[in-house]
Protein backbone atom coordinates (compact mmCIF):
# COMPACT_ATOMS: atom_id res chain seq x y z
CA UNK A 1 0.00 0.00 0.00
CA UNK A 2 1.16 3.88 -0.08
CA UNK A 3 3.79 4.29 2.25
CA UNK A 4 5.32 7.80 3.74
CA UNK A 5 9.40 7.80 3.82
CA UNK A 6 11.63 9.43 6.32
CA UNK A 7 14.75 8.95 6.99
CA UNK A 8 15.96 7.07 10.30
CA UNK A 9 18.90 8.82 12.56
CA UNK A 10 20.77 5.55 12.47
CA UNK A 11 21.55 4.53 9.31
CA UNK A 12 20.25 7.51 7.23
CA UNK A 13 18.39 4.91 5.15
CA UNK A 14 14.62 5.33 3.93
CA UNK A 15 12.38 4.18 6.91
CA UNK A 16 8.84 3.47 5.47
CA UNK A 17 5.63 3.77 7.57
CA UNK A 18 2.13 2.50 6.00
CA UNK A 19 -0.25 4.94 5.16
CA UNK A 20 -4.21 4.94 5.33
CA UNK A 21 -4.64 7.13 1.93
CA UNK A 22 -7.04 5.46 0.05
CA UNK A 23 -6.46 7.18 -3.06
CA UNK A 24 -3.93 9.95 -3.30
CA UNK A 25 -2.39 9.20 -6.32
CA UNK A 26 -3.76 7.61 -9.80
CA UNK A 27 -1.02 4.95 -9.31
CA UNK A 28 -2.40 3.83 -5.99
CA UNK A 29 -4.43 2.19 -8.22
CA UNK A 30 -3.15 -0.85 -10.25
CA UNK A 31 -5.39 -1.91 -13.52
CA UNK A 32 -7.70 -4.36 -12.24
CA UNK A 33 -8.76 -2.61 -9.36
CA UNK A 34 -8.97 0.98 -11.65
CA UNK A 35 -11.14 -1.02 -13.99
CA UNK A 36 -13.08 -2.29 -10.40
CA UNK A 37 -13.77 1.08 -9.17
CA UNK A 38 -15.43 2.16 -12.72
CA UNK A 39 -17.74 -0.89 -12.69
CA UNK A 40 -18.79 0.00 -9.33
CA UNK A 41 -19.57 3.63 -10.54
CA UNK A 42 -21.20 2.46 -13.71
CA UNK A 43 -23.07 -0.60 -11.79
CA UNK A 44 -24.19 2.34 -8.88
CA UNK A 45 -24.98 5.01 -11.54
CA UNK A 46 -27.71 1.92 -13.13
CA UNK A 47 -29.24 1.18 -9.93
CA UNK A 48 -29.75 5.04 -8.63
CA UNK A 49 -31.77 5.53 -11.73
CA UNK A 50 -34.27 2.23 -11.16
CA UNK A 51 -34.29 3.58 -7.77
CA UNK A 52 -32.14 1.25 -5.75
CA UNK A 53 -29.45 1.26 -3.27
CA UNK A 54 -25.88 -0.88 -4.65
CA UNK A 55 -24.46 -0.41 -1.62
CA UNK A 56 -25.03 1.30 2.10
CA UNK A 57 -22.30 1.23 5.02
CA UNK A 58 -23.77 -0.95 7.33
CA UNK A 59 -22.78 0.79 10.93
CA UNK A 60 -23.22 5.07 11.33
CA UNK A 61 -20.27 6.29 9.28
CA UNK A 62 -19.38 9.71 9.00
CA UNK A 63 -16.82 11.31 6.68
CA UNK A 64 -14.77 14.92 7.17
CA UNK A 65 -14.52 16.76 4.17
CA UNK A 66 -11.34 19.24 4.53
CA UNK A 67 -11.72 21.45 1.71
CA UNK A 68 -8.62 24.34 1.35
CA UNK A 69 -9.89 25.62 -1.98
CA UNK A 70 -13.91 25.99 -2.66
CA UNK A 71 -15.44 23.42 -5.01
CA UNK A 72 -18.79 23.13 -6.86
CA UNK A 73 -19.07 20.14 -8.20
CA UNK A 74 -16.23 17.91 -5.79
CA UNK A 75 -18.10 19.02 -2.75
CA UNK A 76 -21.74 18.38 -4.00
CA UNK A 77 -21.39 15.00 -5.37
CA UNK A 78 -19.00 13.69 -2.87
CA UNK A 79 -22.12 14.99 -0.02
CA UNK A 80 -24.18 13.70 -2.34
CA UNK A 81 -22.34 10.35 -2.81
CA UNK A 82 -21.53 9.90 0.40
CA UNK A 83 -25.56 10.68 1.84
CA UNK A 84 -27.36 7.80 -1.00
CA UNK A 85 -24.73 5.30 0.76
CA UNK A 86 -26.15 5.84 4.27
CA UNK A 87 -22.74 7.93 5.53
CA UNK A 88 -22.92 11.41 7.21
CA UNK A 89 -20.53 14.12 5.86
CA UNK A 90 -19.26 16.73 7.96
CA UNK A 91 -17.85 19.90 5.86
CA UNK A 92 -14.98 21.81 6.94
CA UNK A 93 -13.32 24.85 5.39
CA UNK A 94 -10.15 26.68 6.00
CA UNK A 95 -12.35 29.34 8.14
CA UNK A 96 -13.12 26.18 9.85
CA UNK A 97 -10.17 24.63 11.40
CA UNK A 98 -7.00 26.79 9.91
CA UNK A 99 -4.86 23.73 8.91
CA UNK A 100 -1.11 24.69 9.79
CA UNK A 101 -1.89 28.03 11.49
CA UNK A 102 -4.00 27.31 14.54
CA UNK A 103 -3.61 23.86 15.01
CA UNK A 104 -1.30 21.49 13.47
CA UNK A 105 -1.97 19.45 10.50
CA UNK A 106 -1.12 16.41 12.20
CA UNK A 107 -3.08 17.35 15.28
CA UNK A 108 -5.75 18.13 13.37
CA UNK A 109 -5.47 14.61 11.66
CA UNK A 110 -5.51 12.91 15.24
CA UNK A 111 -8.53 14.45 16.32
CA UNK A 112 -10.54 13.69 13.28
CA UNK A 113 -9.62 9.50 13.19
CA UNK A 114 -11.25 9.45 16.42
CA UNK A 115 -14.59 11.14 15.39
CA UNK A 116 -14.84 10.04 11.44
CA UNK A 117 -14.50 6.75 9.36
CA UNK A 118 -13.15 8.82 6.75
CA UNK A 119 -11.41 11.73 5.37
CA UNK A 120 -12.01 13.53 2.04
CA UNK A 121 -9.19 16.09 1.55
CA UNK A 122 -9.23 19.21 -1.92
CA UNK A 123 -5.89 20.79 -0.71
CA UNK A 124 -3.25 23.10 -1.73
CA UNK A 125 -0.19 21.15 -1.18
CA UNK A 126 0.12 17.23 -1.76
CA UNK A 127 2.41 16.92 1.07
CA UNK A 128 -0.78 17.40 3.62
CA UNK A 129 -2.52 14.58 2.00
CA UNK A 130 0.62 12.85 3.21
CA UNK A 131 0.70 14.20 6.52
CA UNK A 132 -3.47 13.43 7.08
CA UNK A 133 -2.99 9.79 6.18
CA UNK A 134 -0.22 9.49 8.64
CA UNK A 135 -1.61 10.94 11.42
CA UNK A 136 -5.39 10.64 11.36
CA UNK A 137 -5.40 6.50 10.91
CA UNK A 138 -8.83 6.37 8.84
CA UNK A 139 -8.89 6.14 4.87
CA UNK A 140 -7.69 9.80 2.84
CA UNK A 141 -9.25 10.75 -0.33
CA UNK A 142 -7.69 12.74 -2.54
CA UNK A 143 -10.06 15.05 -3.63
CA UNK A 144 -7.64 17.60 -5.31
CA UNK A 145 -3.96 18.63 -5.14
CA UNK A 146 -1.55 20.19 -6.57
CA UNK A 147 -0.25 17.59 -7.72
CA UNK A 148 -3.20 15.37 -9.11
CA UNK A 149 -6.90 14.94 -9.19
CA UNK A 150 -7.98 11.32 -9.75
CA UNK A 151 -11.21 11.22 -8.31
CA UNK A 152 -11.56 13.73 -11.56
CA UNK A 153 -10.23 11.45 -13.90
CA UNK A 154 -12.11 8.58 -12.98
CA UNK A 155 -15.49 10.40 -13.52
CA UNK A 156 -13.72 11.94 -16.68
CA UNK A 157 -12.90 7.99 -18.22
CA UNK A 158 -16.27 7.15 -16.92
CA UNK A 159 -18.30 9.17 -19.17
CA UNK A 160 -16.39 8.51 -22.02
CA UNK A 161 -16.98 4.38 -21.45
CA UNK A 162 -20.39 5.69 -21.53
CA UNK A 163 -20.52 6.46 -24.72
CA UNK A 164 -17.30 5.16 -26.92
CA UNK A 165 -17.35 1.78 -24.59
CA UNK A 166 -14.25 -0.19 -23.16
CA UNK A 167 -12.71 -0.58 -26.44
CA UNK A 168 -8.64 0.67 -26.26
CA UNK A 169 -8.50 4.59 -27.67
CA UNK A 170 -6.28 7.42 -28.79
CA UNK A 171 -7.52 10.62 -27.07
CA UNK A 172 -6.29 13.76 -27.63
CA UNK A 173 -5.98 15.98 -24.48
CA UNK A 174 -5.63 19.83 -25.19
CA UNK A 175 -5.36 22.61 -22.44
CA UNK A 176 -3.35 23.05 -19.42
CA UNK A 177 -0.63 20.19 -18.05
CA UNK A 178 -2.13 20.75 -14.63
CA UNK A 179 -3.09 17.75 -12.22
CA UNK A 180 -6.23 16.61 -14.31
CA UNK A 181 -4.12 16.24 -16.77
CA UNK A 182 -1.67 14.10 -14.91
CA UNK A 183 -3.87 11.98 -13.12
CA UNK A 184 -5.91 11.48 -16.73
CA UNK A 185 -3.05 10.19 -18.67
CA UNK A 186 -1.83 7.53 -15.34
CA UNK A 187 -5.44 6.56 -15.31
CA UNK A 188 -5.63 6.39 -19.38
CA UNK A 189 -2.67 3.95 -18.80
CA UNK A 190 -4.09 2.05 -16.48
CA UNK A 191 -7.06 1.07 -18.69
CA UNK A 192 -5.08 0.65 -21.46
CA UNK A 193 -5.64 3.66 -23.94
CA UNK A 194 -3.04 6.05 -25.77
CA UNK A 195 -3.40 9.60 -24.67
CA UNK A 196 -1.83 12.98 -26.94
CA UNK A 197 -1.48 16.14 -24.87
CA UNK A 198 -0.91 18.93 -26.31
CA UNK A 199 -0.55 21.80 -23.83
CA UNK A 200 1.56 25.21 -23.36
CA UNK A 201 4.73 24.62 -21.53
CA UNK A 202 4.21 27.30 -19.09
CA UNK A 203 1.20 24.92 -17.65
CA UNK A 204 3.19 21.75 -18.38
CA UNK A 205 3.27 19.31 -14.72
CA UNK A 206 6.26 19.16 -12.89
CA UNK A 207 6.02 15.49 -12.90
CA UNK A 208 6.80 13.92 -15.97
CA UNK A 209 3.90 11.16 -17.09
CA UNK A 210 6.61 9.17 -19.08
CA UNK A 211 8.46 8.35 -16.25
CA UNK A 212 5.28 7.25 -14.47
CA UNK A 213 4.62 4.94 -17.71
CA UNK A 214 7.94 3.43 -17.05
CA UNK A 215 7.35 2.55 -12.96
CA UNK A 216 3.75 1.18 -14.32
CA UNK A 217 5.71 -1.26 -17.19
CA UNK A 218 2.61 0.33 -19.42
CA UNK A 219 3.01 1.61 -23.39
CA UNK A 220 4.15 5.13 -23.05
CA UNK A 221 1.15 7.65 -23.72
Not at 167 to 185: E, I, M, Q, Y
Request: aromatic fraction near 8%; hydrophobic fraction near 40%.
Amino acid sequence: GPHVCGRTRRANRPSCKPLALAMGFMTDLNPNQARVVLDLAHGWKQSMRRGEALFRFARPTAFALIFEKSSLRTRTTFEVGLYQMGAQSVYLTPQDIQMGQREAVRDIARNLGRWVQGVVARVFHHSVLHELAQFAGVPVVNALSDYEHPCQALADWMTIEERKGLRPLTVAWVGDGNNVCHSFVLLSALLGHTVRVATPLCTRCACAPSSARVELGLPHA
